[in-house]
């Protein structure tokens, strides 16, 4: 009796009609119980809240990425993160590139070990230098990766060995090793996350495995001041009718074409650097005076590709010149 009411006209009061509560929400031919959720995609997430159907988008937080990170989004997740690059160590001609990003020129002419894991011991890549009868510059010849019994030649002309024995493309070992070629150049992957890129004459870069504390400091901006000093060296020292100019070109374009930057196709043609055929041939080196002769009459090529370079690259990748007589490292 206390919840009667007494509706206008009547005599006698009747209890009042309840509205049926509704417990299900239905989406898309899915029916959901009160409270249920489920998420329309990897940012927006719904429940049932009797009967009615409430969708929330995820906030996600901005992060600011280190020198050596950049920003992903991993699949199936809504919100970005900073994941840290691989280092990676260049060598063409005579010149280096670190895995913390520093220039320097050793001219030796031997067998050297580039790059080692000197703890655990899990792989080695040596090379072995050739100065082609010059005096203060050296090219690579062979390079020789080792890692878990496994031995991996690169050789001029793209002839490579695994284990001793010559391989065909694409080489595919399970698990272990994967060697590919592409149209100018040899990449060969690992188990451990080793990567070689071996232009198949003078031009290794070597992709390593991350490594927080040895990368902290070491950002991926490009100067083309390095390349472009390293360049000129070269030419004073090139073999009669070389292009050796071009392998401080085709260093950079792939440092480029990792980082992202898109060069126009045309870069070789405008440079004069065509791929290498699978046989080059080396003649007696310049004298002196040829040497003097050399430079002068390539630098008009010197000032194109330069400009050619600064022009397509964005500004935020280019470190200004540095004022001493060692080129500047890559901050």
């Known amino acids: 009796p206390e919840y009667q009411k007494l509706k206008l006209g009547e005599c006698c009061p009747t209890c009042p009609e ?25 940012c927006r997430s719904c429940r049932c809240h ?13 992060p600011k990425c280190k020198a050596n990170e950049v920003l992903v989004t991993p699949p199936d997740q809504c919100c970005s993160k900073c994941e840290e690059t691989a280092g990676v160590c260049t060598k063409f001609g005579s010149h ?3 895995f913390d990003g520093k220039f320097f020129d050793f001219h030796g002419s031997c067998k050297y070990q580039l790059t080692a894991d000197c703890y ?3 792989f080695s890549i040596r090379i072995t230098n050739d100065g082609r009868k010059t005096k203060t510059s050296s090219w690579t010849k062979t390079v020789t990766l080792k890692f878990g019994g496994v031995k991996v030649n690169l050789g001029q002309n793209l002839r490579v060995k695994v ?7 694409p080489f595919k070992w399970p698990s272990v090793l994967e060697i590919n070629r592409t149209t100018d150049s040899v990449t060969v992957r690992t188990s451990l996350g080793i990567q070689l890129y071996w232009d198949r004459n003078h031009l290794l870069q070597v992709q390593s495995l991350k490594d927080m504390e040895l990368f902290e400091m070491c950002g991926n901006r490009l100067n083309p001041q390095n390349y472009f000093e390293s360049c000129k060296q070269d030419v004073c020292e090139c073999p009669n009718n070389g292009k050796c100019y071009c392998d401080s070109f085709s260093a950079y374009a792939h440092e480029c074409a990792r980082l992202g930057v898109k060069l126009p196709n045309s870069w070789r ?5 065509d791929i290498p055929s699978e046989r080059t041939t080396i003649s007696t080196p310049l004298t002196a005076a040829k040497n003097q002769q050399g430079l002068k009459r390539h630098r008009k090529r010197f000032k194109r590709p330069n400009r050619f370079f600064t022009r397509h690259v964005p500004k935020t990748f280019l470190v200004h010149k ?3 007589q060692t080129p500047p490292p890559i901050h």
């Open 18 to 42: 309840i509205a049926e509560v509704r417990s299900t929400c239905t989406y898309e031919g899915q029916t959901y119980q009160n409270n249920d959720t489920w998420n329309l995609d990897s």
């Open 269 to 273: 043609k405008d440079t004069g650097c």
């Open 50 to 62: 009797s009967g009615e159907i409430r969708c929330a988008q995820t906030k996600c937080p901005k």
């Open 322 to 324: 540095h004022h001493s």
């Open 120 to 122: 655990n011991h899990t």
């Open 96 to 98: 280096y590139k670190t």
């Open 163 to 169: 284990n001793g024995t010559k391989i065909n493309f």
